[in-house]
């Protein structure tokens, strides 16, 4: 059981603050296969799928895996809720304007905060309610900010939308699991196992394996997407120790702040207007959303000890 992550407080703070470095890392730089080398997003979609085993490895090392049905159904969902947002982002940014896309896929935080607050009881201040919706906005920012394309035709509005809600129940599902004590193996291993299963259709979405890119193309993209497998581990970490109406805009909001500040010292450049905005929001919110939960955390401390 994962009892003892439910209930630490402050304990998911360290896992959100390595999830930062290697999401915002990861996002610096999980442009650069395609923008060089012109590699396909499916194709870094089975690379991703694979380097999950490497994380998957470590988490299960010497952990019992729960074999409730719950438990496996639970993960399964988890990963191919994730997966599958990941493949229906492709195919809404081939046939629609990603300056649109974006934002609204933003917004997946706040379908996981409705569903903690509603199914789960969890409780936010008036503190953490004004920094939700700084993040909130933030990240709708970071979206405006993302590399415009030309609008296309195509139904990407439903996709966009079902990514939203599908990376939002993924982050409820993993909160709830921890809740009903299932542990992170568990959960990790049943994530990457979905990720695996949808390989087959991002293999069928480009018509087969690309056998012309140059090597450079998947240890580049193996290098980041390793990053990002590693950052959804400590997303399932991270919302086994604390409340998914923290932890999900928190986990949101920072990394791109990184990402941005990255391409700043790699391309040394003033970010813009919109840009500033959103990682004055981001930050600020975060901090208010952190430091609100941290107080709740000594309150609810001292009313055990009375």
């Known amino acids: 059981m994962n009892t003892a992550a439910v209930t630490s407080p402050r304990s998911w703070i360290p896992y959100a603050a ?9 996002g610096a730089f999980s442009a650069a296969p395609s923008e ?18 490497v994380p998957a490895a470590v988490i299960t090392r010497g952990q019992r895996i729960d074999r409730r049905i719950s438990a496996t159904v639970r993960g ?22 990603a300056y649109l896309v974006f934002p609204i896929v933003s917004v997946s935080p706040a379908v996981t905060v409705v569903l903690a607050v509603l199914l789960l009881r969890e409780r936010l201040s008036v503190l953490a ?21 030309a609008a296309g035709t195509g139904p990407w509005m439903p996709l ?4 939203c809600l599908a990376w939002g129940i993924q982050a409820f599902l993993m909160r709830a699991a921890a809740v009903d004590g299932v542990n992170d ?8 196992v979905g990720g695996l299963l949808l390989v087959p259709v991002a293999i069928a979405m480009m018509g087969g394996i690309p056998v012309d890119a140059p090597w450079q193309a998947p240890v580049l993209t193996a290098a980041t997407q390793l990053l990002n497998a590693v950052g959804a581990l400590l997303l399932v970490m991270a919302l086994s120790r604390g409340r998914a109406s923290v932890v999900s805009p928190v986990t949101n909001a920072l990394p791109p702040v990184l990402a941005i500040l990255i391409a700043l010292v790699v391309s040394p450049a003033l970010p813009s207007p919109i840009g500033a905005m959103a990682i004055v929001l981001a930050v600020g919110g975060s ?8 107080r709740s955390a000594d309150r609810d401390r001292l009313s055990a000890r009375s």
């Open 18 to 26: 390595l999830l930062v470095v290697t999401w915002g890392v990861w």
């Open 36 to 53: 060089l080398y012109g590699y396909p997003q499916e194709m870094i979609y089975v690379i991703w799928a694979v380097t999950m085993l």
């Open 76 to 97: 399964l969902t988890i990963g191919l809720l994730g997966a599958g947002g990941q493949l229906l982002l492709f195919h809404a940014l081939v046939i629609g304007p």
């Open 129 to 149: 309610l004004a920094g939700l919706g700084a993040v909130l906005v933030a990240l709708v920012l970071f979206g405006v900010t993302s590399p415009s394309e």
């Open 160 to 163: 966009a939308v079902g990514v």
């Open 185 to 192: 193996a568990t959960t990790f291993l049943w994530m990457t």
């Open 287 to 294: 901090t208010a959303m952190v430091y609100s939960d941290a």
